[in-house]
């Protein structure tokens, strides 16, 4: 059994920071792209940023100079660093990994952790 578990959400002021974590654990042999979505009240799950096994970033327009993603292979974490927070990225974010269980390549996805931009 795999599991993936966000933390780090909270309720923030336009123009400051957050940092999401998700963890990954569980009978994992290799986790391979690790991804932050995201989904607003009324609105369509929408792909934030991702990250290869090697490292290589890449992020939507609407998040690009603010959002930073990386991650940790040693401990199968994921972060999102939010910087510059606007009341547009008010959603609930989720982790999402394709990871490698047994022989097969699985998508897992968190169970979300809510961001609120407000003043």
């Known amino acids: 059994q795999v599991q993936l578990v966000e933390s780090g959400g909270g309720l923030v002021q336009p123009g400051g920071s957050l940092r999401l974590s998700c963890a990954a654990s569980?009978?994992?042999?290799?986790?391979?792209?690790m991804s932050w979505y995201r989904q607003a009240p009324g609105k369509q799950r929408e792909l934030v940023a991702h990250?290869?096994?090697?490292?290589?970033?890449n992020s939507s327009d609407s998040v690009k100079g603010r959002f930073t993603i990386s991650r940790d292979n040693a401990k199968n974490t994921v972060y999102l660093q939010m910087n510059s927070l606007k009341p547009e990225d008010t959603a609930v974010y989720y982790c999402?990994?394709?990871?490698?269980?047994?022989?097969?390549?699985?998508?897992?996805w968190g169970k979300g952790t809510q961001v609120t931009v407000s003043s």
């Open positions: 999402h990994a394709y990871i490698l269980v047994d022989l097969t390549p699985r998508n897992f």
């Open positions: 569980g009978s994992i042999r290799s986790i391979y792209t």
């Open positions: 990250v290869s096994t090697t490292g290589i970033t």
